[in-house]
């Protein structure tokens, strides 16, 4: 398989007729988990690479981790922030956690020691390229004699 597929096996897709076929089962820009949503991810494949952008406005290029596990590539974050402030009897406090993982299977016609990742703007930017033999060649016309 030659494409950036998410762990849970679905291939990006933007076709109507699938997105209507999987939009109730399979919504995983809906996708809740116990702190907030998990922020959408764009993936887009050219000749040269493929290309992964992640919105997540607020955060900071720190708050991020990106790891590459043999052929499964992890973007995740667990931020925890506690605020207290103190008035004359009482101590109130109040919690923030923020946690989300996304993971996809990169295919074994990827430079996996040349991924670049970039975070600027609220949005994460990964470049992953593609091997020479894996990309696209031109169209080569064959004269006949």
């Known amino acids: 398989m030659s494409t950036l597929v998410e762990k849970n096996g679905l291939l990006p897709n933007n076709s109507?007729?699938?997105?209507f076929l999987t939009r109730d089962l399979f919504d995983w820009s809906?996708?809740?988990?116990?702190?907030?949503s998990v922020p959408p991810v764009n993936i887009m494949e050219t000749n040269d690479d493929f290309r992964v952008e992640m919105a997540a406005p607020g955060m900071k290029k720190n708050d991020f981790h990106v790891e590459l596990d043999n052929d499964m590539l992890t973007i995740w974050t667990d931020l925890r922030n506690e605020q207290a402030n103190e008035n004359h009897q009482y101590t109130r406090r109040e919690f923030s956690y923020h946690a989300f993982k996304r993971s996809f299977y990169l295919?074994?016609?990827v430079e996996a020691d040349k991924i670049e990742a970039t975070y600027r703007d609220g949005m994460l930017s990964l470049v992953i390229p593609k091997k020479e033999e894996a990309r696209?060649?031109?169209?080569?016309t064959i004269s006949i004699s």
């Open 136 to 140: 696209k060649k031109p169209v080569k």
């Open 16 to 19: 109507f007729f699938d997105d």
């Open 107 to 109: 295919p074994n016609t």
């Open 30 to 36: 809906r996708r809740v988990n116990n702190s907030g």
